[in-house]
């Protein structure tokens, strides 16, 4: 057993040989640059942001990084499951072009495709003759490399340095949504009713002030219009079928049909604030979700 008078005397000393602690710094932000160009756009890449797919090729997964000649709002789009929709939907538009690159968790190039207008596009690319020395590194954690190509349509010289994703978006929910996909189950009858005070009750913060923004300016019945056939797709069947949870968001994932599409999909985000499970966003498209 130490002494006391020994104990006093580390005590006395502890801070000066107390080992410093050494800053964790934050992993750098995905970064791309150079140059995408085919026969009708030359595009300066200031963006880049990568998720896991389907591959295109097979039944497994893939990475996919998109290029974009503007930089792209990493938040929003990690709030989605669909990050390929969410980008197509969110961020993409006459402006702002993208280039999708499929690449496996060491790096290894598997090919491209983009669609920036009609006649102008590729929904699968694959030449032998691009060039590519993008490699996993920082023990498998970043994606760093050039990828290139110089064909008689198409010429790319890319850089990329972007930190692999997660595999998973969060925890799962119960197949019927569990509790936000009751809350959104309840913001589309609402929607639908085009009740005002539950939809307002319903919405997140972000939603409630464009709500009300729009009650100001006296044009709320339009956007709500807007909302249900627009955006909403019109849709008078939802069948939940699962979503995932991480912290106070989540995702809701959901097949639906309307009266003149039997066949559609989508998910909507949600927020937990004060306890309650409130609707953020929700995306629909045609089709069925691909596994």
């Not at 000066?16 to 964790?24: E, L, R, S």
């Not at 280039?99 to 968790?105: G, I, N």
């Not at 491209?112 to 003759?129: L, R, T």
């Not at 996993?136 to 930190?163: H, M, N, T, Y």
Request: glycine share 10%; net charge negative; charged share 30%.
């Amino acid at each position: 057993m130490l002494a006391p008078a020994l104990i006093a005397a580390i005590l006395a000393v502890g801070p000066a040989i107390q080992p410093t602690p050494v800053p964790v710094s934050a992993a750098a932000p995905p970064s791309a640059s150079g140059t995408f160009e085919d026969k009708r756009y030359q595009l300066k890449i200031a963006g880049a942001y990568a998720f896991w797919d389907k591959a295109w090729m097979d039944d497994g997964r893939a990475i996919r990084v998109a290029v974009s000649n503007d930089a792209f709002p990493p938040d929003a789009l990690d709030e989605h499951y669909d990050r390929g929709h969410a980008i197509n939907t969110l961020f993409a538009d006459d402006e702002t072009k993208v280039v999708y690159f499929e690449l496996d968790e060491k790096g290894g190039y598997h090919g491209y495709s983009y669609y920036f207008e009609s006649g102008d596009g590729c929904g699968y690319c694959f030449d032998s003759k691009v060039k590519s020395t993008v490699r996993a590194v920082d023990g498998g954690g970043r994606l760093k490399g050039e990828l290139s190509f110089a064909g008689d349509d198409v010429r790319f010289r890319i850089q990329l340095d972007l930190p692999i994703p997660s595999k998973s978006w969060g925890d799962p929910l119960p197949k019927d949504g569990g509790e936000p996909g009751k809350a959104f189950l309840a913001y589309h009858a609402a929607l639908e009713k085009r009740d005002h005070k539950a939809i307002l009750a319903l919405s997140d913060a972000d939603m409630k002030k464009r709500f009300l923004d729009y009650e100001k300016q006296g044009k709320l019945d339009g956007y709500l219009d807007y909302r249900w056939h627009d955006e909403h797709t019109d849709l008078k069947t939802i069948a939940i079928t699962g979503g995932f949870v991480r912290g106070d968001h989540a995702v809701v994932l959901f097949d639906g049909s309307n009266a003149y599409i039997d066949h559609l999909y989508g998910e909507a985000i949600l927020r937990r604030e004060n306890g309650a499970w409130l609707f953020h966003r929700d995306m629909v498209d045609v089709g069925t979700r691909e596994k």
